[in-house]
Protein backbone atom coordinates (compact mmCIF):
# COMPACT_ATOMS: atom_id res chain seq x y z
CA UNK A 1 0.00 0.00 0.00
CA UNK A 2 1.14 3.23 -0.98
CA UNK A 3 0.60 6.61 0.90
CA UNK A 4 0.82 10.38 -0.09
CA UNK A 5 1.71 12.88 2.51
CA UNK A 6 2.60 16.47 2.44
CA UNK A 7 2.01 19.53 4.77
CA UNK A 8 -0.80 22.00 4.64
CA UNK A 9 0.05 25.46 3.11
CA UNK A 10 -1.57 27.85 5.05
CA UNK A 11 -1.09 25.58 8.75
CA UNK A 12 2.27 23.43 8.21
CA UNK A 13 -0.36 20.42 8.80
CA UNK A 14 0.34 17.14 8.09
CA UNK A 15 -2.01 15.79 5.80
CA UNK A 16 -2.69 13.15 3.49
CA UNK A 17 -4.27 12.33 0.14
CA UNK A 18 -7.88 11.45 0.34
CA UNK A 19 -8.59 10.92 -3.28
CA UNK A 20 -9.56 13.80 -4.51
CA UNK A 21 -8.79 16.49 -1.78
CA UNK A 22 -6.23 16.37 1.52
CA UNK A 23 -7.27 15.32 4.83
CA UNK A 24 -5.90 15.98 8.13
CA UNK A 25 -7.27 12.16 9.28
CA UNK A 26 -4.72 9.69 8.13
CA UNK A 27 -7.96 7.38 8.40
CA UNK A 28 -9.22 9.29 5.18
CA UNK A 29 -5.87 8.34 2.96
CA UNK A 30 -6.01 6.18 0.03
CA UNK A 31 -3.52 3.66 -1.67
CA UNK A 32 -2.27 5.72 -4.41
CA UNK A 33 -0.61 2.71 -5.73
CA UNK A 34 1.04 2.96 -9.36
CA UNK A 35 -0.71 6.17 -10.12
CA UNK A 36 1.15 7.70 -6.79
CA UNK A 37 3.87 9.56 -9.27
CA UNK A 38 0.94 10.96 -11.42
CA UNK A 39 -0.88 12.41 -8.40
CA UNK A 40 2.18 13.52 -6.72
CA UNK A 41 3.86 15.59 -10.22
CA UNK A 42 -0.08 17.08 -10.41
CA UNK A 43 -0.59 18.45 -6.70
CA UNK A 44 2.93 19.54 -6.36
CA UNK A 45 2.36 21.70 -9.58
CA UNK A 46 -0.91 22.89 -8.40
CA UNK A 47 0.29 23.92 -4.92
CA UNK A 48 -1.87 22.49 -2.99
CA UNK A 49 0.67 21.51 -0.30
CA UNK A 50 4.23 21.57 0.49
CA UNK A 51 6.55 18.82 -0.17
CA UNK A 52 4.13 15.89 -1.19
CA UNK A 53 5.93 12.48 -0.85
CA UNK A 54 5.01 8.95 -1.29
CA UNK A 55 5.57 6.54 1.68
CA UNK A 56 4.94 2.89 2.09
CA UNK A 57 1.97 1.82 4.51
CA UNK A 58 0.11 -1.09 5.91
CA UNK A 59 -3.75 -1.70 5.52
CA UNK A 60 -4.82 -2.19 8.95
CA UNK A 61 -9.09 -2.44 10.35
CA UNK A 62 -8.52 0.85 11.82
CA UNK A 63 -7.33 2.26 8.54
CA UNK A 64 -3.98 2.56 7.17
CA UNK A 65 -1.07 2.26 9.05
CA UNK A 66 2.60 3.98 8.02
CA UNK A 67 4.43 1.82 7.55
CA UNK A 68 7.73 3.31 9.31
CA UNK A 69 8.07 4.98 12.83
CA UNK A 70 8.77 8.41 11.15
CA UNK A 71 5.59 7.94 9.40
CA UNK A 72 3.67 6.26 12.06
CA UNK A 73 4.45 9.96 14.16
CA UNK A 74 3.15 12.64 11.52
CA UNK A 75 0.18 10.53 11.40
CA UNK A 76 -1.00 10.05 15.04
CA UNK A 77 1.36 12.15 17.42
CA UNK A 78 4.52 11.21 19.81
CA UNK A 79 5.11 8.00 20.83
CA UNK A 80 5.87 8.84 24.31
CA UNK A 81 3.08 10.94 25.19
CA UNK A 82 -0.63 9.38 24.52
CA UNK A 83 -2.30 12.26 25.97
CA UNK A 84 -0.49 14.19 23.08
CA UNK A 85 -1.52 11.45 20.21
CA UNK A 86 -4.01 12.84 17.38
CA UNK A 87 -7.30 11.17 17.88
CA UNK A 88 -9.14 9.69 15.22
CA UNK A 89 -11.20 11.79 12.90
CA UNK A 90 -10.60 14.00 15.72
CA UNK A 91 -12.63 17.66 14.11
CA UNK A 92 -9.92 19.67 16.70
CA UNK A 93 -6.64 17.84 15.72
CA UNK A 94 -5.00 19.62 13.42
CA UNK A 95 -5.70 23.51 15.30
CA UNK A 96 -3.74 25.31 17.37
CA UNK A 97 -4.49 25.98 21.06
CA UNK A 98 -3.12 28.92 22.44
Known amino acids: MKLLTGNDLASGAVTWWAGSWWSIHIEDAVDVGETGEAILAREEGARRVNAPYIID ?3 TP ?3 RPAHIK ?3 RALGP ?3 PDLTLKPADPQ ?3 WVI
Do not use: L, N
Open 57 to 59: AIA
Open 79 to 81: TVR
Open 71 to 73: DRV
Open 93 to 95: AGE
Open 62 to 64: EGP
